[in-house]
C-alpha cells in the first residue's frame, strides 16, 4: 500500500532534492525539507521530553527536568525556523539530534558496548551533524536572499 509510494516520494525533486546545494533550492523545497527535518527531530525530541518529565515525576531527578526543558526548547525552534526561518533556532535544531546522540554514544561507552555500536554512534553522529549543518546553510540561505515570504497556509496544507 504505501510502500508504492515511497520511491515516488524519494525521487521527487520538488519534495526531497536533499542532493541539491542549500543555494540552488527554491522557497517550496527549501520549506519541504525543514518541514520533513522538523517532524523528525521534534518526534525524537516529543519522545525524549514525555520520557523525562515522567521520570522526573517518578523520582525526583533535576537532569531529566532540565532534559525536559530542552525539549521544549528544541521543539518551539523547529517551529520558530518553519515559520519565519530564524536564523538561532536553527542551530538549536542541528545540534539537537547530535546532542542525543553524543550522549547515546557516552552510555554506551561506560556499559563497555561493542566496537560495531560505538560505530554506529559514530557514524551516527557525523551524519547528524552533516545535515544538521545543511539545515542551517538552507535557513542562513533564505534569510540571506531575503526569500522569507512563507505563504504558510498554503505550507500547512489550510
Not at 546553510?137 to 505550507?155: F, L, P, S, T
Request: hydrophobic fraction near 50%; glycine fraction near 6%.
Amino acid at each position: 500500500m504505501w510502500f508504492s509510494k515511497v520511491p515516488g516520494y524519494l525521487f521527487d525533486k520538488q519534495r526531497t532534492p536533499y542532493f541539491t546545494e542549500a543555494k540552488d533550492l527554491t522557497l517550496a523545497q527549501s520549506q519541504y525539507e525543514l518541514v520533513a527535518y522538523g517532524v523528525f527531530v521534534g518526534s525524537l525530541f516529543g519522545i525524549v521530553g514525555l520520557a523525562a518529565i515522567l521520570t522526573f515525576f517518578e523520582n525526583s531527578n533535576l537532569i531529566y527536568l532540565i532534559w525536559s526543558f530542552c525539549s521544549a526548547a528544541v521543539i518551539y525552534s523547529i517551529f520558530s525556523v518553519i515559520r519565519n526561518y530564524e536564523l538561532i533556532p536553527s542551530y538549536i535544531i542541528s545540534i539537537g539530534p547530535s546532542i542525543i546522540v553524543a550522549f547515546s554514544f557516552y552510555e554506551a561507552l561506560m556499559s563497555n558496548s561493542s566496537i560495531l555500536t560505538l560505530t554506529i554512534f559514530v557514524c551516527l553522529f557525523l551524519l547528524s551533524l552533516k545535515y544538521g549543518w545543511r539545515v542551517t546553510r538552507i535557513v542562513a540561505w533564505q534569510k540571506h536572499n531575503g526569500n522569507i515570504e512563507i505563504n504558510n497556509k498554503k505550507a500547512w496544507g489550510q
